[in-house]
């Protein structure tokens, strides 16, 4: 049998724009893979892995001309990693599982961990909604995650279309559903309640990632009114609607929203009192406006246990306004960490100190700075944010302070400074060179060394005659 096409020719195919060969090349991929999944015996890469038994994983190849994602994470309820394995449909699935029962698979004990990644498309949907019906029909399942996506060939313009049959299939298949634990969704389209139905009919859902999805009607609120649900976290990247508004998510932990388009406040918080991590981050637009930290979560009477918040502006306009610190330190009262990313380096610093006002239990904040050459378009103008800090604040919790670009060596060294003074019971500075940059040669080798010597002016002249007993450390 001939060999089937190499993932880089068909990669490269796309990136030459010549879709008719990629559409070729990808069909004759899948039908000769296809064809030679024996029926009698497990493939290798299908078999679980030695070390840990009981784990089956299978995935699309080529998601939209990109190497699979692994679909492990950091959260202590995760399975151990798994390695992401190759199929390029549900029925080299269906085979393949159909021979793992064969070779004893899918006895009593194994199979507890069941992750797939596929692409919405029939007709292999029914066969995988079969397949896994069957599986966890044998109450054994402790973990199933699916990652479904566009086919490669298929035009964006159809995610209207994905999306129904999505919600099609989640309907048609509700026992595969009800064990659902992982669910990340690309380019899918949703009506107006249909996010809020997908994760009641999941009962076991703890972590759900939106990516590249959007209401049909972009200019209405995507609203999660699911009090009873077990979800544990949430992931938007570039979902398309007017705002988020978490109404009540009350097992709710994590909460990340990365670029997002839409005017308003990217989320707001109601009922999530178990709510301990935060991330935005996007690169601000022209049409957005800076908006206060209190818009996102003064709605919200419960969410007074966040003790993680990262922000990361992309080295565009900073995008939060700085605000009075009696606006958030209720909901700041058990912050401990704080990450600041990605700061343009024209800006000054003092005004991220209202967050160290609002956070009297903070102990850690990080900053990363980097002047990027690079402007997308249709960026908001950068700015710089002016912030005075109160003149008797002393912040007794504050241990460690890290910075990360030192290339502006006066406001650095004034802000740390500021810093010293505020924080009294501040034990470390760490200074380090800068973050990598796509677009930028931040790590060429005289920029590094240039960089290093501003941070040892830096240290020098931040300790020169003092007598604070605060350790700076160039790292």
Known sequence: MAEAPDREELDEA?????????RRLARERTRRLEGAVPT?????????????????????????????????????????????????GGRWGEQSARASARAGVCGSSALKVLVLSFYMSFPHLSSIGRLVEGIVSLGNTEWLEFCISLPPTEPLGRAIEIGQEFMAFSRAYPVAFSWLTTLTLEYHDFGHSGITDLIRTCGRLRHLKLRVCRLLDLHSTLKIDVSC???????FIGFGCTRIKLVSVPKLRQVECYRWLFKNTPVRFGYVPELRGL??????????????????????????????????FGYQMIWIQPESPKQLVVMFRNLTSVRLFRIISECDLSWTLFILEAAPALQDMTLSRHSCVKTPEKSAEKTNVVWEPSKDLKHLNLKVLQIYGCEDEDKVRNYIRLVMERAVGLFIIQLYGESPCMYCDATNLERSDAEKTSRRWIKEQLTYGSSSSVEIIIC
């Open 14 to 22: 796309r990136r030459r724009g010549e879709g008719a060969r990629a």
């Open 279 to 312: 991330v935005l981050s996007s690169k601000a637009k022209a049409w957005q406006e800076p908006f206060a930290l209190s818009e996102c979560l003064s709605t919200s009477t419960v969410a007074r246990n966040l003790s993680k918040l990262t922000l990361c």
């Open 40 to 88: 009698a015996r497990m493939p290798r890469r299908w078999r679980p892995s030695d070390s840990k038994p009981g784990q089956l994983t299978g995935g699309a190849e080529h998601r939209r001309g990109k190497r699979p994602r692994r679909l492990t994470g950091k959260r202590a309820a995760e399975p151990p990693a798994r390695a992401s394995q190759t199929a390029t």
């Open 229 to 235: 649900s077990q979800l544990q976290e949430l992931e």
